[in-house]
């Protein structure tokens, strides 16, 4: 008796201790399979790494703007500064009055939107260049396209201005303010109002071409040369027709669209408040698929090598396939930024580069590439080392002066 007790403890003391295992499929039942044909369509998931991160003298007063070799940040110190792209390093500063939109870049200059002026810096020094009244406040971001650029008014005046002098090319009265930044395609300028009107302007003339009566203001506008797509803050998201601003389709959403919008050759991409990115159809507005988002979104998206990215109130920029809306990899950031970063495309397919602005004051370039690997000692070994002068320029790879290596493609 005392040896079948003993028996009987050790066989429950062994079932308590034998780990359980994992419930297995039902029987018969296999896992999914991969489909090769849409792995493949897929891009790689995204990779960014640092080039330069650096300390402004001040924090920032709006976003910041762009050309092929500066980033421009106007800032609270009643500054603007030009940072070089390559290195980070201030270009040039210039005293400026206070701003009340971003910067607008073009024709080698930087333009500068004022209370109730229009100013251009030359981009290679910070002079200024001239100086142009407008009628009233200016209540939009400045639009530069093809030497022409665009101001206007909370008094809903449209004022074309020759970028290179400043001259006066026409004046339109809209009958609106717009806050939205106007859109230029097709030998015509898109403007959004805020009474729900969309507008579209000759460029060369001013003369209204059509207008469109929406059931509430446009919070975004993207045109073709087919289509304009325009946002809703009634939570709409709208296909016009390019020659005569007729609606073709609309999409219902959770939310008011903010942000950007994207397109390729089949699909248009768009986020709105209710957390959700969205892939339609773009010729007929059918929803190929949708996927929330974990932030809220401030804008974007960005289409850059079949990924999308989505900026928002974060230090993380997550990634997305334009392909299936899976998730594909997150861009860490210095720091929450002040206003959406600034995509810097890149040629072809290509990754382009992202350049971000914190709140704090801290400006930061991403470059395509992956992360520094931290190099570790060895107890007992020295350190390997390679010498500086060794690198591998075919590959964009920097072999530094330890075990770990940055990538320098794209910088």
């Not at 020094?125 to 001239?130: A, M, V």
């Not at 992360?371 to 060794?390: D, N, Q």
Request: charged share 15%.
């Amino acid at each position: 008796m005392i040896a079948l007790l003993v028996l009987l403890a050790g066989t429950t003391a062994s079932a308590m201790a034998a780990p359980q295992a994992a419930p297995g499929p039902p029987a018969g039942a296999s896992p999914r399979p991969v489909n090769p044909k849409k792995e493949a369509r897929k891009a790689p998931v995204l990779a960014m790494t640092p080039s330069w991160t650096i300390d402004l003298p001040a924090p920032p007063a709006a976003g910041a703007a762009v050309d092929a070799a500066n980033a421009y940040v106007p800032l609270r110190s009643s500054e603007l500064i030009a940072l070089s792209l390559q290195d980070g390093k201030i270009s040039w500063s210039a005293r400026i009055a206070g701003v009340v939109t971003p910067p607008a870049t073009g024709d080698g200059f930087v333009f500068l939107a004022h209370a109730q002026q229009v100013e251009a810096l030359d981009a290679h020094s910070g002079t200024s260049r001239w100086r142009v009244a407008i009628d009233g406040p200016i209540s939009a971001p400045l639009l530069w396209m093809n030497g022409w650029l665009l101001a206007i008014s909370e008094g809903g005046e449209a004022t074309m201005l020759r970028a290179a002098t400043g001259a006066v090319m026409w004046k339109q009265a809209l009958g609106a303010a717009a806050s939205v930044q106007p859109t230029a395609a097709d030998g015509h300028v898109y403007v959004a109002l805020e009474d729900g009107r969309v507008v579209a302007l000759a460029l060369e003339s001013g003369k209204t071409a059509w207008e469109a009566k929406l059931p509430a203001r446009g919070t975004t506008i993207h045109p073709l040369d087919d289509r304009i797509f325009v946002g809703g803050s009634d939570k709409f998201f709208y296909c016009l027709a390019a020659e005569s601003g007729t609606t073709k389709w609309r999409w219902r959403t959770g939310g008011t669209i903010i942000g950007t919008v994207a397109v390729d050759a089949d699909r248009v991409y768009f986020v709105a408040l209710d957390n959700v990115l969205r892939a339609l159809d773009r010729s007929n507005g059918s929803q190929i698929w949708k996927t929330s988002l974990t932030h809220r979104p401030t804008g974007g998206p960005y289409l850059t090598a079949r990924l999308l990215l989505v900026p928002g109130i974060s230090a993380e920029v997550p990634a997305f396939q334009s392909f299936d809306g899976s998730a594909a990899g997150t861009a860490e950031l210095a720091g929450e930024p002040a206003a959406p970063p600034s995509l810097l495309p890149a040629a072809g397919d290509k990754l382009g580069r992202l350049l971000a602005i914190s709140g704090e004051g801290q400006a930061q370039l991403l470059v395509p590439g992956l992360a520094a690997l931290p190099g570790r000692a060895i107890p007992g070994l020295p350190m390997f080392t390679l010498p500086p002068e060794i690198r591998q320029i075919s590959t964009g790879v920097l072999w530094p002066a330890s075990s770990s290596f940055t990538t320098l493609a794209n910088r």
